[in-house]
């Protein structure tokens, strides 16, 4: 857990990192809440630090223009997470380019104590990542320029291939990149279709900065967006279990990046796509609320076969 000390130092690096830094934000990053973070604040002017704060719905909070500290050393904790979130990034195979991964994680390495560097490669050599990764990858430079484009809000152009082979062009406004299942996606407006879209950035062959900006639509949320666009997407099932229990509880059960969850009469209403139903069936089971699987039908095939299992098991199943 980290020290309040720590968390004070945290606070000068991403001051030192961004121009500016809302509370929220801030409390976000350090998993603290807004009261916090203004007592850190606080803590580094009393320092001599010239943080500067800006009210109101676009305020936050900067250091002084020009102001610049010398550079930190890394804590023993902050350089393990770094050789682990490294060590992720190559075996998930992100879309960046290989010799940065290696030739950063090496830099880390470089700077190390020997008690730290010997935790360093006890990570890479003791972990053992079992996971299924999709055959195809985004080119490594369409993740940083999209990136870029969303935060900018800048409007892009692509040159894109759909799922059945059929080539367009089009200029797009990206709203937010999500990972579900290893393929990355971008949610926004596709001005070809004059309508919200989904792409899979492996699927796209070309992809440039466009003249024009956009406005981020309120409220959008891009991960409920791309799981509703792949539940009607060709070669998916459309799964829907109904869990008796508060929003907040099913919320509690079910991580955000599973699916969607819509409060009904009945209970709380969970969505998502699929092309394997096995993992979801697992899953469920480990789900410690009530709940009944509306569809599909094979997926409730599918559970009656491990409650069998399960019985056949614990010597109650018929022989």
């Known amino acids: 857990m980290y020290s309040p000390t720590t968390r004070l130092l945290t606070v000068l690096e991403l001051l030192q990192s961004h121009n500016q830094m809302s509370g929220s934000e801030l409390a976000r990053r350090l998993g603290v809440d807004t009261r916090t973070v203004r007592r850190y604040i606080v803590m580094l002017q009393d320092m001599g630090i010239p943080v500067e704060a800006e009210r109101g719905p676009q305020g936050g909070y900067q250091l002084r223009r020009g102001y610049r500290l010398p550079p930190l050393m890394f804590t023993d904790a902050e350089a393990i997470a770094l050789s682990l979130g490294l060590l992720v990034i190559r075996e998930f195979r992100f879309p960046v380019d290989a010799a940065a991964v290696e030739g950063a994680l090496a830099k880390t390495e470089r700077v190390m104590p020997k008690k730290l560097l010997d935790q360093a490669r006890g990570l890479q050599e003791a972990i053992t990542f079992n996971f299924l990764l999709p055959p195809v990858q985004p080119k490594s430079d369409f993740v940083p320029l999209l990136s870029l484009a969303v935060r900018q809000r800048q409007r892009v152009q692509l040159h ?51 003249e ?21 997407m060709p070669g998916t ?46 899953f469920l089971l480990t789900v410690d609320e009530p709940m009944i699987v509306q569809q599909p039908a094979e997926l409730c095939d599918m559970m009656r076969k491990l409650a069998a299992r399960a019985l056949q098991m614990a010597g109650d199943g018929d022989d």
């Open 237 to 282: 099932m459309p799964v829907e279990v109904l869990i008796q229990t508060s929003l907040d509880r099913a919320r509690q059960a079910i991580p955000a990046d599973l699916g969607t969850l819509e409060e009904t009469e009945q209970g709380v209403l969970f969505r998502r796509a699929a092309t394997q139903l096995e993992w979801i069936a697992h």
């Open 160 to 210: 894109y291939q759909s799922w059945h082979g059929h080539e367009s062009q089009r200029e797009f406004d990206p709203y937010g990149i999500v990972v579900n299942e290893g393929y990355w996606y971008v949610a926004g407006y596709c001005h070809l279709r004059s309508d919200m879209r989904t792409f899979r950035l492996d699927r796209i062959i070309a992809l440039k900065p466009a």
């Open 212 to 232: 024009g900006s956009f406005e981020l639509p309120e409220d959008f949320d891009p991960l409920e967006h791309v799981l509703s666009s792949l539940a009607m």
